[in-house]
């Protein structure tokens, strides 16, 4: 069983940056495909960024290209999204999430993830 807890949420004004991270609770971290999603009520879990296992293969939606950065420490266990010119619409729970295979044509699926962290807010002021 794969724990994952979120930490880095909180409020800042538009343009403004964050850096969230993940923590995972297993020995074998380094394995594990990560992925940050978010979402807001009323709207489906959309995907944010994805990291295969020793951090060289990357993927964002098109929405944060360019703005935000998915990165990961393997000696730590942790996974970390930097964001930068942040914008109101980024407004959402923001979850971790992580599976022990990496297909690139999945990444961006909900479903392709095993274990799900319990999120941390995100609220970008205007």
């Known amino acids: 069983q794969v724990q994952l807890v979120e930490s880095g949420g909180g409020l800042v004004q538009a343009g403004g940056s964050l850096r969230l991270s993940c923590a995972a609770s297993?020995?074998?971290?380094?394995?594990?495909?990560m992925g940050w999603f978010r979402q807001v009520p009323g709207r489906e879990r959309e995907f944010v960024a994805a990291?295969?296992?020793?951090?060289?293969?990357?993927s964002y939606a098109d929405s944060v290209k360019g703005r935000f950065t998915i990165s990961r420490d393997n000696a730590k266990n942790t996974v970390y999204l930097q964001m930068n010119s942040l914008k109101p619409d980024d407004t959402a729970v923001y979850y971790c999430?992580?599976?022990?295979?990496?297909?690139?044509?999945?990444?961006?699926?909900?479903?392709?993830?095993?274990?799900w962290g319990q999120g941390t807010q995100v609220t970008v002021s205007s």
């Open positions: 297993v020995r074998t971290f380094r394995l594990y495909t």
């Open positions: 990291i295969n296992w020793n951090g060289d293969i990357t």
């Open positions: 999430a992580a599976t022990k295979t990496f297909t690139p044509s999945r990444v961006m699926s909900r479903t392709f993830y095993d274990y």
